[in-house]
Every structure is written in C-alpha cells, then in structure tokens.
C-alpha cells in the first residue's frame, strides 16, 4: 500500500489518506454497488416527478373538457 495511506484498523475497507485526513472505501464492489443504488433512487426520484406532472396534465384536461 502506498505510505499516503494507513489501514483502520477495525475495518480493512477503509484507509486514512495522511495528507488529507479523509476516510477512503476501498473496497471497489461496495462503492459501486453503492453508486448503482444512488442511480437508481434518482431514477425513482425523476419517475415519481414525471409521473405527477402527468397526473397534473390528466387533471387539466378533465377539468377543460368538463368545462366545454
């Protein structure tokens, strides 16, 4: 391991960067199973908001054909 870097020793996922003091993950399969979790509830996130605008829409034109 590079000298930039000290093991923790309770977890060996992780590692201490000396010149910075951040706590790096280095255990690339939990990153990006953890970055494809984060994509997917954007994804919700985006679908929930598009679904609303739809229903927005709907209420919309019931409300004009109503009126007409």
């Known amino acids: 391991m590079n000298n ?3 093991r923790i020793e309770d977890n ?4 201490k960067d000396i010149e910075s ?7 690339l399969a939990a990153v990006a ?3 494809a979790k984060k994509k997917q509830a954007a994804k919700i996130i ?4 598009e679904i609303n605008m ?3 829409e709907l209420e919309k034109i019931k409300t004009h054909l109503n009126l007409s």
């Open 4 to 6: 930039r870097f000290l």
């Open 12 to 15: 060996p996922d992780y590692v």
């Open 21 to 27: 003091n951040a706590i790096l993950n280095i255990n």
């Open 33 to 35: 199973d953890y970055k």
């Open 46 to 49: 985006s679908m929930e908001h």
């Open 54 to 56: 739809l229903k927005e």
